[in-house]
């Protein structure tokens, strides 16, 4: 631990995030710490979906193999992009305090997607954000966004799309809120599992680092990812599976809302479910997923997964 590596995509966000990591591990525990970047390949495919290339698990796939062989001891993720399962030998350390979890519509010309054109277009990749934008404008074209923060706002400033779709959080880390023209409700577009929040990944035998990274868990928003991670994990969730789950606390209270809709067919009515329970730990986040899940199922959620 006198010489901590931190395993990180070369993004401009994911090295905010990694660069966030190491401040506070050096101010807190005084830890001497410096950054391995690495390209991933969620960041060199980018003219297909990740649904069709392996999923989002691909932008963690190598910072695993730098954990693995020593070169790296701790991966800064954002947790959506977290495997609900991660391969034997790794755990995430800490979920750290969430930064705003929703859904940020960016555009030059419209305030919000109710005030687009007939069949104006609409950039993202994000199958949970098609079947949601769909079901307030079922007349919007969707067209494929793929690439890094920057990359995504060059497309639509040269003219690709009438709009886009992002996650808040991004922007607001990378001192680009001005470009937000409109935060989407939660109850309107449900969040992915888990967003807006970092996971920490390390080995399981790192004891000594696993237990001065813990010091940076934030209890509420750890207990929120759970429930939201739970819905994933109970329904098989990926990215060729439009599913949102989004958990926030209401006093002593978790509600967890979640959504799925079908891949195939994605104008075909979402499932929508939305519960509340007292929350202490992860055991009770978790049975609250579950119940999640149960509900959905009992809507039908069967004949959407196959399909998704």
């Not at 809120?177 to 888990?194: C, K, L, N, Q």
Request: proline share 5%; with cysteine.
């Amino acid at each position: 631990m006198n010489d901590t590596v931190i395993a990180t995509r070369e993004s401009r966000l994911a090295l905010w995030q990694a660069e966030h990591v190491r401040d506070l591990l050096q101010q807190r525990f005084g830890l001497a710490v410096r950054l391995l970047g690495m390209t991933t390949r969620g960041d060199q495919i980018l003219d297909r979906a990740l649904s069709k290339v392996g999923g989002k698990g691909l932008f963690v796939k190598e910072l695993e193999a730098a954990l693995e062989d020593g070169r790296a001891h701790l991966a800064v993720h954002s947790l959506k992009d977290v495997p609900m399962e991660l391969p034997p030998g790794f755990v995430l350390a800490a979920v750290m305090e969430r930064e705003d979890p929703r859904d940020a519509w960016v555009s030059a010309r419209h305030a919000s997607p109710l005030d687009l054109p007939q069949g104006a277009v609409v950039g993202t990749s994000s199958l949970r954000r098609v079947v949601q934008l769909l079901a307030m404008r079922p007349d919007l074209r969707i067209e494929p966004l793929r690439g890094n923060l920057d990359t995504r706002l060059r497309k639509l400033d040269e003219g690709g799309y009438d709009g886009i779709v992002l996650a808040a959080a991004g922007l607001m880390r990378l001192g680009l809120e001005s470009r937000i023209r409109m935060r989407f409700d939660v109850d309107t577009m449900i969040p992915a599992a888990g967003q807006g929040a970092l996971g920490l990944e390390v080995r399981e035998d790192a004891a000594d680092l696993r237990a001065t990274i813990a010091r940076l868990v934030h209890a509420p928003t750890l207990l929120a990812c759970e429930a939201e991670r739970e819905v994933s994990r109970g329904l098989g969730g990926s990215c060729s599976m439009p599913l949102a789950a989004h958990a926030h606390w209401v006093g002593s209270e978790l509600k967890l809302a979640a959504a799925l809709g079908d891949g195939v067919a994605p104008t075909r009515p979402l499932l929508k479910v939305e519960l509340t329970a007292a929350v202490q730990g992860v055991d009770e986040a978790r049975a609250l997923g579950a119940r999640a899940v149960a509900a959905l199922r009992a809507q039908g959620a069967a004949g959407y997964l196959p399909a998704a």
